[in-house]
Each structure stands twice: as structure tokens, then as C-alpha cells.
């Protein structure tokens, strides 16, 4: 019975377990099973205090449960695996500890320290592009109105100038203020590209997607750049906006192939490289939503990695690693991405750059 009852917890990556307020087992998920290394029967009945380190922190949590002290608990705790006859090393565990209606059962579900670090910084990334969002859209505003201002007051000007040569000089000037008022412009269009812009959703296969950019970046550098692919064509269609899409790899893969050329040389060397690769997950949170199965995109390159002093930064708008770079390129890949219920990551370090784009899948 019990196990028809929390079967639900199967489908869960964190490690489950059900006691009653002695601490003994009524139901642990496969995950669970997975990482201690015993099978559901040797476990269920048996004490799980006995599996972590310091099993104190767990009857504590229990007798205050027990006495309505409160409905949940957290602290962090070491599990010990098993491996045969010999324990393996202790995994470090984020434990919850919850009251289920049943007033003596309890859930106690622990999340990996790695998991609960993703998911951290998942949340962090979410409230700080939201802000970056709210910046731009503001900052572009105060600037589009006087820029407009400033671009027509050039215009008449010229208008009335006479044909000498002061004047001549003149319209030089003039034709300078025109000029970077138009490049503050596409400036601020960019900013507001993605906000304003109504989406097309449509059906979308990553890898026609991959394929569209791949042209493109073989197009621009035709010599020393060898882009990969590798792909797993069981990927199903799913629902988003396919020019977003090929924005966002654009933007990844156009800044790779400049750094691999212009502050790299690779290219130049003749043994630059970009991969493409597609991979399915299973049992993914996106947003504290939890998904069956997830595309995996994973963008590769051979340069010299980011610099240190801006890794944490490089989705901020305004930040680039690059000379002449804008740095609009991440921060307009993260947005598309998010827009799309999905996650961008990088890993970086000197010879191999990745970002990795996660998307939910039906």
C-alpha cells in the first residue's frame, strides 16, 4: 500500500524517503536506492539515521516534529552510500524535512549539495535578468527620447547652412552628430529588440536550427574553423520561436569564432573548432518546474576561455570579454532562452569554452 502511495516519488532526481517518527523506513524513491546502493527491501523497515554521518540531526528533527515544533525543517547533513562491504565516500545532502497529512509519517528529501547549488544559482540568475530586463527597457527609453531630439536638431542645422566653405567644415560636424545618433539608435533597438518584438511560435527542430547557424558562421569564416556537429536526431519537435532560437546560437557561436580569430589566432592556425552538440535529459528542474524530458544544447569551443574578472558576469548587459564587443550578445541569448521556460549555463576555462542551453521538451 504504502508504495502505490508515494510511487509519485519515482519521477522525482532527489532522494526521497517516507518514515514514521521513530525514524524507520516506509518508502524510499529509486534515487535513493540508487545512492546509498541497497536495495528498497534491505532498506524499508530499517533505521535511516543509519545512513547519514551524524544521525543526531535527523532524530532531532523527528522529535520536534513529533512535538508540533514545526511543519518543515532544513539542514545540511553527510549520506553514506554503500559499495559492497566497503562505504563509499559520504555525499554531502541538503535535507528537508516535511510533515505529510498522516501526522505520523514525515518526507525527508535530500537534495544533493551540487543540485541545491544549481538551483541557487538558477533563482539568482532568474531575479537578475528579470532586473537587467527592467534596467534596459528603462535605460532605453531615457535615451531614445533626447536622442531623437538631438538627431533633428542636426537635420535643421545642416538645412541651414550655406554653401562656403566654414559651412562646408560645418556639415562635417553636423553629419557626425546624424551619424552617432544613428548608432545610438540601433543601440537602443537592440535593447528593446526582445521586448517589443512579438514571438512566433511554431514547431522547432533544434537541429535545423543548428544547421541555419552553422552555415552562417562556415560562410563568415570559411578558412581554419572547423565547426562539429553532434547530434541526437531522436529529439522531438517542440513548441518555440525558431528565429529567437537561431539568434541565441548565433550570438554564442559568432562571439566564439571572433574570439578563436581575433584574441585567439586559432582560426588563423588552422585548428579552431565549434561543436554543436544535442542531448536529451531526463528529470530536469527548469524554474522549480519539474520536466520528464529536456533538450540539452551544448555550444563548444577551443579558445582561451572567459576572463576570470567577468565569468559571473558575462550574461549582464553591457559586459564583453571582447574589444569592440557591445555585450548585448549573452544578455540577448539569456532573455530568448528564458522566454522559451529554459536555462542558459556556461563552463569556462582556458582552451574550452561551453554553454550549455536547456529547454523543456514535450
Known amino acids: 500500500m504504502p508504495r502505490i502511495r508515494f510511487q509519485a516519488f519515482d519521477l522525482l532526481s532527489s532522494l526521497v524517503a517516507v518514515v514514521d517518527l521513530h525514524g524507520r523506513v516506509i518508502y524510499v524513491n529509486a534515487a535513493l536506492e540508487d545512492a546509498l546502493g541497497i536495495s528498497r527491501r534491505a532498506i524499508e523497515g530499517s533505521d535511516l539515521g543509519r545512513n547519514f554521518m551524524e544521525p543526531q540531526a535527523l532524530e532531532a528533527a ?12 532544513r539542514y545540511d547533513a553527510l549520506l553514506l552510500p554503500q559499495s559492497g562491504t566497503l562505504a563509499a565516500e559520504p555525499i554531502p545532502v541538503h535535507v528537508i524535512i516535511t510533515q505529510t497529512e498522516a501526522r505520523d509519517e514525515v518526507i525527508v ?7 541545491q547549488e544549481k538551483l541557487d544559482r538558477e533563482e539568482r540568475n532568474a531575479t537578475q535578468a528579470l532586473a537587467n530586463k527592467e534596467l534596459i527597457r528603462n535605460l532605453a527609453h531615457e535615451i ?4 531623437g531630439g538631438i538627431r533633428g536638431a542636426a537635420q535643421l542645422l545642416q538645412l541651414e547652412l550655406s554653401d562656403t566653405e566654414k559651412a562646408k567644415s560645418l556639415t562635417e560636424y553636423t553629419q557626425v552628430i546624424i551619424h552617432e545618433a544613428d548608432r545610438l539608435q540601433t543601440l537602443v533597438d537592440r ?9 512566433e511560435i511554431g514547431d522547432v527542430n533544434i537541429h535545423e536550427v543548428c544547421e541555419r547557424v552553422r552555415s552562417l558562421i562556415v560562410a563568415e569564416f570559411p578558412r581554419g574553423l572547423k565547426v562539429v556537429r553532434d547530434y541526437d536526431t531522436s529529439i522531438p519537435d517542440f513548441r518555440g520561436d525558431k528565429e529567437q532560437l537561431i539568434q541565441t546560437l548565433l ?4 562571439n566564439a569564432a571572433q574570439v578563436l580569430s581575433i584574441e585567439n589566432g586559432r582560426i588563423e592556425q588552422g585548428d579552431a573548432r565549434i561543436v554543436f552538440k544535442t542531448r536529451v535529459a531526463r528529470q530536469v528542474t ?8 529536456a533538450l540539452e544544447l551544448h555550444i563548444q569551443d577551443n579558445g582561451p576561455g572567459i576572463p576570470p574578472e567577468i565569468k559571473d558576469r558575462i550574461f549582464y548587459p553591457l559586459v564583453s570579454g571582447r574589444e569592440g564587443g557591445s555585450g548585448l550578445g549573452l544578455t540577448l541569448a539569456q532573455t530568448f532562452v528564458q522566454q522559451h521556460d529554459g536555462l542558459i549555463e556556461v563552463e569556462s576555462q582556458p582552451g574550452r569554452t561551453e554553454f550549455i542551453i536547456t529547454i523543456p521538451l514535450p
Do not use: C, T, W, Y
Open 251 to 254: 550570438n554564442i557561436a559568432h
Open 62 to 73: 523527528l522529535d520536534g516534529v513529533a512535538a508540533n515544533a514545526f511543519a518543515s525543517l
Open 191 to 199: 535593447l528593446l529588440e526582445p521586448h517589443r518584438k512579438p514571438r
Open 286 to 293: 527548469l524554474g522549480k518546474r519539474r520536466h520528464r524530458l
Open 144 to 147: 531614445k527620447n533626447p536622442l
Open 109 to 115: 528529501e535530500m537534495l544533493p549539495q551540487e543540485a
